[in-house]
């Protein structure tokens, strides 16, 4: 485990901000996304407010939907490129 470095927080994004903020960037509406993923647009503006938990499987489509790596949605704001001094 050696090999491995300890992510640094870089900023304060919640989950719901990432998956709205890469919505946004690639100029989609929430309907958009409902319709690329097949996720009910409720759900993804619940997610996008905080009021519903993304979770592992909506994640996965997410990302996939919005061309992105499903950590990128699950820990926004993380920078892995630089050790964390704990």
């Known amino acids: 485990m050696s090999d491995y470095r300890k992510a640094i927080k870089r900023i304060d994004v919640s989950t719901g901000d990432s998956v709205r903020i890469l919505r946004e960037l690639q100029e989609m509406s929430q309907n958009d996304l409902a319709a690329a ?7 993804i503006s619940a ?11 909506r994640a996965k489509v997410l990302a996939k939907a919005l061309r992105c790596h499903p950590a990128v949605l699950v820990f926004p704001g993380w920078d892995v490129e630089h050790e964390s001094a704990a």
């Open 47 to 57: 997610i996008e407010n905080g009021r519903v938990r993304l979770g592992v499987d």
């Open 37 to 43: 993923t097949g996720i009910p647009q409720s759900t």
